[in-house]
């Protein structure tokens, strides 16, 4: 396994590790209840993707 003959710096680290950023998840808006939801996903209040009824939603 080779080995780096060099250190590498602190700021060539930091530079390399700068993309490791996480992303806010696309949040659209319920067509049938108007709640926020995850988009492409069946919405958790009231079970509807598309303009239809996926499933059930759970009873609290």
Same mark, same amino acid.
């Given at each position: 396994?080779? /080995?780096?003959? +060099? =250190?590498? !710096?602190? #700021?060539?680290?930091?530079? =390399? +590790?700068?993309?490791?950023? $996480? $992303?806010? %998840?696309?949040? *659209? ?6 709640? %926020?939801? /995850? #988009?492409?996903? *069946? ?9 239809? $009824?996926?499933? /059930? %939603?759970?009873? !609290?």
């Amino acid at each position: 396994m080779a /080995l780096p003959k +060099r =250190r590498h !710096s602190k #700021s060539r680290r930091d530079k =390399r +590790r700068a993309n490791w950023n $996480s $992303s806010v %998840p696309p949040i *659209a808006e319920c067509s049938n209840c108007h709640q %926020p939801k /995850l #988009s492409h996903r *069946a919405c958790p209040n009231c079970g509807y993707y598309k303009g239809r $009824s996926i499933f /059930l %939603p759970r009873e !609290s």
